[in-house]
C-alpha cells in the first residue's frame, strides 16, 4: 500500500484539527456538556481502553472462528 496519499490525508487531518484548536477553543468545549460523564472518562484513559478490549476481541473471535 503506497504511503504518500494517505501521508496527505493524515496532514491535512492535523493541520485542520490545529487550525480548530487554535481558531476557537470553545468549539470543543459544547462536547463535554452533550457527552456522559462515563464516556469522558474512557477519553481520558484510550490507551488503556484499546489495550483491554483487544485481547477480548481476540478470545471472542478465537471461539467464534
Same mark, same amino acid.
Given at each position: 500500500? =503506497?504511503?504518500? =496519499?494517505?501521508?496527505?490525508? +493524515?496532514? %491535512?487531518? *492535523?493541520?485542520?484539527? #490545529?487550525? +480548530? %484548536? #487554535?481558531?476557537? /477553543?470553545? &468549539?470543543? &468545549?459544547? @462536547?463535554?456538556? *452533550?457527552?456522559? #460523564?462515563?464516556?469522558?472518562?474512557?477519553? /481520558?484513559?484510550? @490507551?488503556? +481502553?484499546?489495550? &483491554?478490549?483487544?485481547?477480548i @476481541?481476540?478470545? *471472542?473471535? /478465537? +471461539?467464534? %472462528?
Amino acid at each position: 500500500m =503506497p504511503l504518500a =496519499p494517505w501521508l496527505g490525508v +493524515v496532514l %491535512v487531518d *492535523i493541520t485542520a484539527g #490545529a487550525w +480548530v %484548536v #487554535a481558531r476557537e /477553543r470553545s &468549539a470543543v &468545549a459544547p @462536547l463535554n456538556r *452533550i457527552a456522559p #460523564a462515563w464516556l469522558t472518562r474512557l477519553g /481520558r484513559h484510550r @490507551l488503556l +481502553v484499546y489495550l &483491554a478490549h483487544q485481547p477480548i @476481541l481476540f478470545g *471472542i473471535l /478465537r +471461539v467464534v %472462528v
